[in-house]
């Protein structure tokens, strides 16, 4: 596999593009930017003349944003899924130990290499498929040096991939074992030594916090907000997934990016959201396979006007899923998001709970060259298939990644 700086530039005029709304259009690339989109018969002459890629027709979108993930771990968890199989529910095999520490245990024994090659190979498949910018949290460390090394992993995935990477710091994740019945204390270290010190380092983009019954409360989320609002960081929060914890009003009062999940969010909780401009990122994939039957207030959301993003939530426990592709499919089938809703959420509404909207999420000139050319007639297609992959083309960062026009 080439490099990411050996991949072929992607300068020069792209035709033969048909946009999601069922116009032709053309896009010029130069230097790596988008430097003009227009209708093919208006090319200006200055991009007229360099080299062309020919899209015979392609729909043409935005690359995909994949805004909520946990890509970097140890091991797996196939064995609790056989045990939720057979009756057991996510929260009794988090109080029994298992669940996210049993992550903990295996990412902690993990050399940052192991990591590093493992959350790789997880990378590829999303990229396959026209993810352009993605997520990823720490929380599997729970120690300064394992969250560090999590982190560390994260922006060299950045840098090995030529793939825009928000890394968000999670360390309440979960109570360490160490810390059984003292989690005042773990709070204490969070906010005091962990953030500051991975902060310094240049490591974290955003802080979030699991917020929930088997997690933190409300009192422990709000300080670990407080530590991130002194260092000027963005908060973001795993919010009212198994219960409804008041979080989402919690986060709207630090300006969250997104509250993510919120399956038992409240009416109060999106009057909130929809006043502090937060984005609502719908996981499907931990819905589906948490076998959940609760579903998030989609339609209350809507009214409100609450931007509505999709993710692939990618874990080991709750969602191990590859396809953004496949979450945009289970959006619209679980949820009932329209398909362009759905599309947004894989684009616009992605950037905007990562707080990338003035750069990725839509073609606009200026902009790095971040799009997809897919071979199917209408945008529906990209919601109505699932397990197959019809991305012709990935333009990553100016350049021709995955395929060919
Ligand atoms: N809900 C909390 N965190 C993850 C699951 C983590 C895990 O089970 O390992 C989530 O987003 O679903
Ligand atoms: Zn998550």
Same mark, same amino acid.
């Given at each position: 596999?080439?490099?990411?700086?050996?991949?072929?530039?992607?300068?020069?005029?792209?035709?033969?593009?048909r946009?999601?709304?069922?116009?032709?259009?053309?896009?010029?690339?130069?230097?790596?930017?988008?430097?003009?989109?227009?209708?093919?018969?208006?090319?200006?002459?200055?991009?007229?003349?360099?080299?062309?890629?020919?899209?015979?027709?392609?729909?043409?979108?935005?690359?995909l944003?994949?805004?909520?993930?946990?890509?970097?771990?140890?091991?797996h968890?196939?064995?609790e899924?056989?045990?939720?199989?057979?009756?057991?529910?996510?929260?009794?095999?988090?109080?029994?130990?298992?669940?996210?520490?049993?992550?903990?245990?295996a990412?902690?024994?993990?050399?940052?290499?192991?990591?590093?090659?493992?959350?790789?190979?997880?990378?590829?498949?999303?990229?396959a498929e026209?993810?352009?910018?993605?997520?990823?949290?720490?929380?599997?460390?729970?120690?300064?040096?394992?969250?560090?090394?999590q982190?560390?992993?994260?922006?060299?995935?950045?840098?090995?991939?030529?793939?825009?990477?928000?890394?968000?710091?999670?360390?309440a994740?979960?109570?360490?074992?160490?810390?059984?019945?003292?989690?005042?204390?773990?709070?204490?270290?969070?906010?005091?030594?962990?953030?500051?010190?991975?902060?310094?380092?240049?490591?974290?983009?955003?802080?979030?916090?699991?917020?929930? %019954?088997?997690a933190?409360?409300?009192?422990?989320?709000?300080?670990?907000?407080? $530590? +991130?609002? &002194? *260092? #000027? @960081?963005?908060?973001?929060?795993?919010?009212?997934?198994?219960?409804d914890?008041?979080?989402?009003?919690?986060a709207?009062r630090?300006h969250?990016?997104?509250?993510?999940?919120?399956?038992?969010?409240?009416p109060?909780?999106?009057?909130?959201?929809?006043?502090?401009?937060?984005?609502?990122?719908?996981?499907?994939?931990?819905?589906?396979?948490l076998r959940?039957t609760h579903?998030?207030?989609?339609?209350?959301?809507?009214a409100a006007?609450?931007?509505?993003?999709?993710?692939?939530?990618?874990?080991?426990?709750?969602?191990?899923?590859?396809?953004?592709?496949?979450?945009?499919?289970m959006?619209?089938?679980?949820? %009932?998001?329209?398909?362009?809703?759905?599309?947004?959420?894989?684009?616009?509404? $992605? +950037?905007? &709970? *990562? #707080? @990338?909207?003035?750069?990725?999420?839509?073609?606009?000139?200026?902009?790095a060259?971040?799009?997809?050319?897919?071979?199917?007639?209408?945008?529906?297609?990209?919601?109505?298939?699932?397990?197959?992959?019809?991305v012709?083309?990935?333009?990553?960062?100016?350049?021709?990644?995955?395929?060919?026009?």
């Open positions: 596999m080439p490099a990411f700086d050996e991949l072929p530039l992607a300068d020069g005029l792209w035709t033969g593009l946009s999601p709304e069922g116009t032709a259009c053309a896009i010029a690339v130069d230097q790596g930017r988008i430097a003009w989109i227009g209708a093919p018969d208006g090319v200006p002459p200055a991009h007229a003349n360099g080299p062309r890629h020919d899209g015979q027709g392609a729909l043409v979108t935005p690359g944003v994949d805004c909520h993930t946990h890509l970097v771990y140890g091991g968890r196939a064995n899924f056989a045990l939720r199989l057979a009756g057991a529910s996510y929260e009794e095999l988090a109080r029994a130990g298992g669940g996210i520490l049993s992550t903990v245990r990412t902690r024994e993990a050399s940052e290499e192991a990591l590093f090659d493992s959350a790789s190979a997880r990378l590829r498949s999303l990229l026209g993810v352009c910018a993605i997520e990823v949290k720490s929380g599997y460390g729970l120690a300064l040096a394992h969250e560090r090394k982190l560390r992993v994260a922006r060299r995935l950045a840098q090995a991939h030529g793939v825009t990477v928000r890394s968000t710091f999670l360390g994740h979960a109570l360490p074992p160490e810390y059984a019945g003292r989690s005042r204390d773990y709070i204490d270290l969070v906010c005091r030594e962990m953030l500051p010190a991975l902060h310094a380092e240049g490591l974290v983009d955003a802080v979030d916090v699991f917020c929930e %019954r088997i933190f409360s409300l009192e422990e989320t709000e300080r670990v907000f407080q $530590a +991130a609002q &002194a *260092l #000027g @960081l963005p908060v973001k929060l795993h919010a009212e997934q198994l219960s914890m008041g979080g989402a009003q919690l709207a630090f969250a990016l997104s509250c993510d999940h919120i399956e038992h969010l409240s109060a909780g999106i009057a909130a959201m929809a006043r502090a401009g937060t984005v609502a990122v719908l996981l499907p994939g931990a819905y589906y396979t959940d579903l998030p207030p989609i339609e209350g959301l809507r006007g609450v931007p509505l993003a999709v993710a692939t939530d990618h874990n080991p426990g709750s969602s191990p899923a590859l396809s953004l592709l496949l979450m945009v499919n959006a619209c089938t679980l949820f %009932r998001l329209t398909v362009p809703e759905a599309i947004a959420g894989v684009t616009t509404h $992605a +950037a905007c &709970a *990562l #707080g @990338l909207q003035d750069s990725h999420g839509k073609l606009a000139v200026g902009r060259a971040n799009f997809v050319l897919w071979n199917v007639q209408e945008p529906a297609e990209l919601a109505y298939w699932f397990g197959q992959r019809p012709r083309c990935v333009v990553r960062q100016g350049r021709i990644a995955e395929g060919s026009p």
